[in-house]
């Protein structure tokens, strides 16, 4: 079991606004991509980007609360629309509707998550995702890590005739997730190869044996 506990340099929160979630996300439970800590670049997370791809670019600055998420931060965000955008029959999975998600990703960029882990593991980890060029992504917890880098399969498919919509093929991955002492800890999402992913969730699960 990982020992690691939470980093005493660690000057990330946990995110909040007026709409979405307050306090840590939990583990065993569904994380949230987009929500990211607050602390900014280097801290929370690190994006080369030098703007949001998706909040006040792709979607317009408009007063709602989904167009403009986090709008003033370099990581892409978008999130799952109707119209044959994110719900068509090319999906492996069909996600809700309205759901956030972290897009525009490059190889080198990371997100924090402050995490409670509120029970022991071991556990799963599955990931609601889009890779048009397959990619990899890896997992630590306190800066140790917690997985081997996971190969993300490509969710192209040649049947579809929308080029755009090559990205907007979801599918779900699940790896295994080791147990962790429960307590406070700092999770990171790391991109390790390929990018141009998008995550959406990552829906951690005790493995009951």
């Given amino acids: 079991m990982p020992q690691g506990s939470f980093p005493s340099d660690y000057h990330g929160r946990p995110f909040h ?3 979405g979630p307050a306090g840590a996300q939990l583990v065993p ?5 987009a929500y990211y800590d607050l602390g900014g670049e280097g801290v929370a997370f690190h994006d080369a980007s030098d703007r949001n791809q998706g909040s006040g670019l792709l979607n317009p600055l408009d007063g709602d609360y989904l167009n403009g998420f986090r709008a003033d931060e370099p990581v892409g965000i978008s999130y799952t629309k109707g119209n044959g955008i994110d719900d068509h029959r090319f999906n492996t999975v069909q996600p809700d509707l309205g759901v956030l998600y972290v897009g525009w990703t490059a190889p080198g960029n990371w997100l924090r998550y402050t995490v ?5 593991g071991p556990f799963t980890a599955t ?3 889009t890779a048009p060029q397959g990619g990899a992504v890896a997992l630590t917890v306190d800066d140790a890590p917690v997985t081997d ?3 993300v399969p490509s969710t192209a498919d040649d049947a579809d005739n929308v080029p755009w919509r090559q990205a907007h093929h979801w599918a779900q991955l699940t790896f295994p997730f080791p147990p962790v002492t429960p307590g406070r800890h700092v999770l990171t999402l790391h991109t390790v190869r390929t990018g141009l992913m ?3 969730w990552l829906n ?3 493995v009951h044996i």
Avoid: S
Wanted: aromatic share 8%; hydrophobic share 35%; charged share 30%.
């Fill in 198 to 200: 998008n995550y959406a």
């Fill in 204 to 206: 951690i699960e005790r």
């Fill in 116 to 120: 409670d882990v509120t029970g022991p």
């Fill in 127 to 129: 990931l609601l995702y």
């Fill in 149 to 151: 880098v996971v190969d």
């Fill in 17 to 19: 606004d007026d709409t």
């Fill in 29 to 33: 439970g569904r994380l949230m991509c």
